[in-house]
Structure formats: structure tokens, C-alpha cells
């Protein structure tokens, strides 16, 4: 089993990064939507979705959008905010689609999870060939070299009385996190994988994709990226 396959479909995962910032995210799904001009009842592919946050808070600003995520533990929470124009599935994104969408968004770092480029190459790939005409697709990625310059190697992060010990390296091309701690009388291990993915290797990857980039932001306001300062590298994608 993949690392992301245990690891984010467990209760601890939720607990660790339960305080993600929903202002932000919000935030930057209105800029987002406004600058890419989508038309209400446009369709959207939140993938991967986690618990729907961003799918849920999508549909309500009127767009018609089906959340993805490879947790079933997620999905199933997710499916209680179900109506007639938001839905949610369990999904690979390894696996193509064969719904069209005129907008696909991967956000928070959902790429990079594997170790072939050859792989993130065939997501790209998938998620091109779920585009409808004229469809978009976004990536919102961390600014690698940011996060590098920014490491924090070693803390202790408390959530539910719970010590969440964690080591942060970059190794062999990725960014890695081990995370240990004891809950439920057991002691726990688990890691985060994600590629070391520099611009210029995403635009091989676009390249090889048979996608095109037409923008390139450093933040969830939409500023230009910029390799020092930006704390994010988000690419729109035809």
C-alpha cells in the first residue's frame, strides 16, 4: 500500500492538519474562479478532495462539481454535503475519467506523490484528457524552493492530546516528513512522500503531458511567482 493510501485515510491524518485554514482556502477559490471567468453551473473536478472543503464551498458560489479523493474514509464524510449539483466518488487520479469538466483542480500539494515521472506525467495525462473544449486545469503546488529555504527539521506539533513528533529532510528528490506518535495505548510511523518538483520540471512534465502553461502565481492572491519570496507555484494548464 502506498504511503498516501494508509496514511490519509486515517483519523489521525484529520487530527494532525485539522486547523488548515478555510479563510484562505475560500479566498483563494473566489480569486481563482473570478480570474479563470467561470460560468455558473460550469463543471469542476475537485481532485483529490480530501473531506470536500473546497468542493463544498465551490458548489455553493453555483458551479456544479464532483469532489474525488482515493480515501473512502474521507469520501464518506464528504458524501453528507451531497445535493443534486455537488457529488462525491472514490478515485485514483492514476485512472482517467470519462467525464469532461471545464475545470480540474489539484490543490494543497496534491501532486508528486510518486516516485516515476513517468507516472506524474500519466496524471497530467489523465487530467488533460478530462478537460472538456476550452476546459482548464490548476495545479497548486508548493514552491519547493521556498519550502526548502524554510525547512523546520525537527518539532513537536499537540493536537488532541496527541504529540505528533515530526522530521522534516529532502532526500533523493523528495521532501519527506516522518511523523511518529502514541495514541490509542499504540505507538504510530507514518511518512509523507512528495517530489522535489521544481518550474522547470513541471513544464517537462506539461510538456510530455501535451498540456500548455498559460500562468504561472506565487500565492493564493494571485500575485507572480517569484522563486524566493513565493510560498506557492500555481500553473494554469489548457
Not at 470536500?52 to 458548489?59: A, C, K
Not at 518539532?155 to 492530546?161: G, M
Not at 506518535?181 to 513544464?203: C, G, M, P, S, W
Request: aromatic content about 14%; hydrophobic content about 40%; glycine content about 4%.
Amino acid at each position: 500500500m502506498d504511503w498516501f493510501q494508509h496514511w490519509f485515510d486515517t483519523t489521525y491524518y484529520h487530527i494532525l492538519y485539522q486547523d488548515r485554514n478555510d479563510d484562505e482556502a475560500q479566498l483563494f477559490m473566489c480569486n481563482l474562479t473570478s480570474f479563470l471567468a467561470l460560468k455558473k453551473n460550469s463543471k469542476v473536478l475537485d481532485l483529490p478532495c480530501g473531506k470536500g472543503r473546497h468542493s463544498i464551498f465551490l458548489n455553493s458560489l453555483g458551479f456544479d462539481v464532483i469532489g474525488a479523493d482515493l480515501s473512502k474514509n474521507s469520501i464518506t464524510h464528504a458524501k453528507k454535503f451531497e445535493n443534486e449539483s455537488l457529488s462525491f466518488e472514490v478515485h485514483d487520479m492514476r485512472d482517467s475519467f470519462k467525464t469532461k469538466f471545464d475545470a480540474i483542480l489539484n490543490l494543497f500539494t496534491s501532486f508528486g506523490y510518486f516516485d516515476e515521472d513517468e507516472v506524474n506525467i500519466q496524471v497530467l495525462q489523465n487530467l488533460k484528457n478530462g478537460l472538456s473544449k476550452n476546459g482548464v486545469l490548476v495545479i497548486d503546488f508548493m514552491n519547493v524552493a521556498f519550502v526548502e529555504k524554510k525547512l523546520v527539521s525537527e518539532e513537536t506539533i499537540t493536537k488532541n492530546d496527541i504529540d505528533f513528533k515530526i522530521k522534516r529532510s529532502i532526500e533523493n528528490g523528495f521532501i519527506k516528513k516522518d511523523i511518529r506518535f502514541t495514541a490509542d495505548q499504540k505507538n504510530h510511523h507514518y511518512n509523507e512522500y512528495v517530489r522535489y518538483i521544481t518550474l522547470d520540471t513541471f513544464k517537462r512534465y506539461i510538456s510530455a503531458a501535451g498540456l500548455k502553461l498559460k500562468h504561472t502565481f506565487g500565492d493564493y492572491d494571485l500575485n507572480p511567482f517569484d522563486l524566493e519570496t513565493s510560498n506557492r507555484l500555481i500553473l494554469i494548464l489548457e
